[in-house]
């Protein structure tokens, strides 16, 4: 994992920004030193030197990251398995049918496991939104403070996050359910920028004819590449490789 960086940029912002981008985490994760203060062409009205920084992440985020999820892990292994219901299990990417009740029951279920885990990461009492996706998930968004923690670099933090939430709501109430965790809408902006890349991926293995290979991504990460792309008839994408580098691979028709 990097735990450093120096950037440059048009102003010591950018140049933070660029550097938490490469490093995968959120601004509370990070300390950072200014090398050189951009300078300032004729009559100030544009720099003419880039502002260069050194970013570091903080030691006590990656002592406190680490006790978390051996703490997470510890609260898996843990947690007693329910007796099954009658509920039947997921079913592929689709939401088994519920009633209500069993909705508002898989829902406090998994608030409640969210908030047990939320606390081994020093966040006490978060404020969690819940909505229902486009699928019939549950989408939990913790929102307020200082949540970088969660969210981790390029949000292998929250991945884990979800998988333990699952799996506790599972063990607790004998049926899996879809629920999707998200911190201050991270996922959503995640995926815009995925999507984005995606689209940039394709049209360059179209206009030179030849496949592009996209950096390694999470598996969530991939998944949305794939959907993204699955409807342009100009080109085909597959996963390749082994975690934790395994990438897609886009290749024109």
């Known amino acids: 994992m990097e735990r450093e960086c120096i950037k440059e940029a048009a102003t010591v912002e950018d140049a933070v920004d660029a550097a938490l981008e490469e490093l995968g985490v959120q601004q509370d994760a990070v300390e950072y030193e200014v090398l050189e203060e951009p300078g300032r062409g004729l009559f100030g009205m544009r720099p003419d030197k880039p502002a260069r920084v050194r970013v570091w992440i903080r030691p006590s985020y990656l002592a406190d990251l680490e006790a978390a999820r051996q703490a997470v892990a510890e609260i898996i292994e843990s947690e007693p398995v329910a007796s099954s219901t009658s509920t039947g299990p997921l079913d592929g990417d689709h939401a088994p049918e519920l009633s209500d009740e ?39 968004d913790v929102v307020g403070g200082e949540l970088g923690i969660l969210i981790g ?81 100009r080109v085909i994408t597959a996963s390749e490789g082994t975690e934790p580098y395994r990438q897609v691979v886009i290749s024109p028709k």
């Open 102 to 140: 069993d909705l508002d029951r898989v829902a406090d279920t998994a608030v409640q496991a969210l908030r047990e885990i939320a606390s081994h990461f020093g966040i006490m009492d978060p404020t969690i939104e819940e909505y229902e996706g486009d699928e019939g998930e549950i989408i939990l």
């Open 153 to 233: 670099r390029h949000g292998r933090t929250l991945d884990a996050l979800q998988t333990a939430v699952g799996a506790i709501t599972t063990r607790r109430l004998g049926f899996r359910y879809p629920v999707v965790v998200d911190v201050e809408g991270y996922r959503h902006r995640r995926r815009q920028k995925i999507e984005e890349i995606a689209r940039r991926g394709a049209d360059r293995a179209v206009r030179h004819r030849q496949e592009v290979r996209l950096r390694p991504m999470t598996s969530f990460e991939r998944r949305i590449v794939h959907m993204a792309l699955r409807g342009d008839a």
